[in-house]
């Protein structure tokens, strides 16, 4: 646990080292836009002339700079959203956010759609090499201006202090695999890449927090992740947990929700295959069929990379003792 935290305490220190100079950067562009000021002789005097500004300028009144893509919103989140549910620690929604977002950017780079037309292009073969891997960074800059624009992934409040939800946008995104290879990512590199971020919880579909909307949702949802197409008989559990709200009981979600499951599916609520997550928060009611449930440690990251770097530990003294045994 202490080297977990010495190695997130490190990569912090670098990123505000980075901010810090990306914020000097910011300074130093604005000093070279300002306008300087002409000075005009006037009777043996001089007075300064400040130049008109363009009216492009951030210095207008009525420019507004643009929101960056993790500033969470304060709207209603709209009923069929899909995405992540994150929790964090209290008080620190809008860190978590910005860690959300460099932990997750090269992956859905990855599985945007590809934009540019030009690879199937007759053009491509007489490029050189390094005109092809221009070309490339040229795409990658492009889809990740498009994220950070917000044309992809928004950011929204859930009324609960620590949890905030990540919408996708696109549907070509897939919250269940970025998740897994978030997870996988920590386990191989023995970091979590984040230090406010705790849950990271798959969200397939959003209703009102009502157990007549989410068997509406639930409905074409299990026939999706559940039904024919996945006929391989496997178990399952629901975990339901409720936050700020006092009108929604557990044992009536569950009595409305199992019969819905197929029936080759069986009932196992220590060690499930899936999982049906069941988040209410306030008046939102957030569902997502998540596989590998246990096996991600019920999707907390930190538990995750302790269990990795657990593992490591005890098979680095097997493998010393097998060494000196070879040697010998």
């Known amino acids: ?79 069929g959203s899909h995405g992540v549910l994150v929790t964090c620690a209290p008080h620190q929604e809008a860190r978590a956010a910005k860690e959300f977002f460099k932990l997750f950017e090269p992956f859905l780079i990855e599985s945007l759609p590809q934009i540019s037309t030009t690879q199937n292009s007759p053009l491509l073969k007489s490029k050189s090499i390094a005109q092809e891997l221009a070309s490339e960074l040229e795409d990658l800059r492009d889809e990740s201006e498009h994220i ?20 996708f946008l696109s549907d ?12 996988l990512n920590a386990e191989r590199e023995h970091s979590t ?10 969200i397939h579909a959003t209703c009102y927090a009502k157990v007549s909307d989410a068997v509406d ?19 399952y559990c629901i975990m339901y947990k409720s936050r700020n709200n006092t009108g929604t009981r557990r044992e009536e979600f569950l009595q409305a929700l199992q019969p819905l499951v197929p029936l080759h599916h069986s009932v196992n609520l220590k060690s ?33 990379v302790e269990k990795a770097l657990t593992k490591t530990t005890k098979s680095e003294p097997n493998q010393q003792n097998i060494s000196e045994s070879v040697e010998k």
């Open 148 to 167: 950070v624009n917000g044309s992809v992934v928004k950011m929204y409040e859930t009324g609960v202090k620590g949890m905030f939800f990540v919408r």
């Open 1 to 79: 646990m202490k080297e977990v935290e010495e190695k997130v305490d490190h990569e912090l220190e670098l990123e505000n080292v980075a901010d810090a100079l990306n914020n000097r950067r910011g300074q130093l562009s604005e000093f070279q836009d300002c306008s300087e000021n002409e000075f005009i002789e006037v009777d043996g005097g001089t007075s300064s002339k400040k130049r008109k500004r363009g009216l492009n300028s951030h210095h207008e009144k009525n420019y507004k700079r643009p929101k960056p893509v993790w500033t969470l919103l304060k709207n209603r989140i709209e009923d």
């Open 193 to 202: 890449f984040a230090r406010c971020i705790i849950r990271l919880i798959p």
């Open 272 to 304: 499930a295959d899936i999982a049906i997550c069941v988040e209410i928060c306030c008046k939102t009611c957030f569902i997502g069929v998540v596989h590998s449930y246990y096996r991600f440690s019920k999707l907390n990251l930190r538990v995750v």
């Open 172 to 183: 070509a995104l897939d919250s269940v695999s970025l998740v897994h290879k978030v997870f």
């Open 217 to 235: 949702s639930c409905k074409v949802l299990f026939e999706t992740t559940l039904g024919e197409d996945h006929r391989k008989s496997s178990e």
